[in-house]
């Protein structure tokens, strides 16, 4: 079965750190660049991070630089996203997502929700 099994999030308070974890089955994992997703309330989804099938290249959103890091192990065929610093404002639903060109489909995960508040 191809998925994607989200872990991690929770609440917390502002300042505070989480690792979400997301774990691939099912499909080629080298082969997807995998990207986090973020969807809160009223708000458009945004990218927060991506990082390409070796871990080589990785992007963040502007909103989160300095603050996440995210990273992949392929031999267990799961990517990371360490948050710190957390805010208020990165209260949202994570979402990981696999990613291999726009000629295959993508991959999500189910989502896990992140608070963070005092």
């Known amino acids: 079965q191809v998925q994607l099994v989200q872990s991690g999030g929770g609440s917390v308070h502002p300042g505070g750190s989480l690792r979400l974890s997301c774990a691939g089955s099912?499909?080629?994992?080298?082969?997807?660049?995998i990207r986090w997703y973020r969807q809160a309330p009223m708000k458009t989804r945004e990218l927060v991070a991506s990082?390409?099938?070796?871990?080589?290249?990785?992007q963040y959103g502007d909103s989160v630089k300095g603050r996440f890091t995210v990273s992949r192990d392929n031999t267990k065929k799961t990517v990371y996203l360490q948050m710190d610093s957390l805010t208020p404002d990165d209260t949202a639903v994570y979402l990981c997502?696999?990613?291999?060109?726009?000629?295959?489909?993508?991959?999500w995960g189910e989502g896990t929700q992140v608070t963070v508040s005092s």
């Open positions: 997502n696999a990613w291999r060109g726009p000629l295959a489909p993508d991959i």
């Open positions: 099912g499909f080629r994992f080298t082969d997807y660049a």
């Open positions: 990082i390409n099938n070796d871990g080589r290249t990785i």
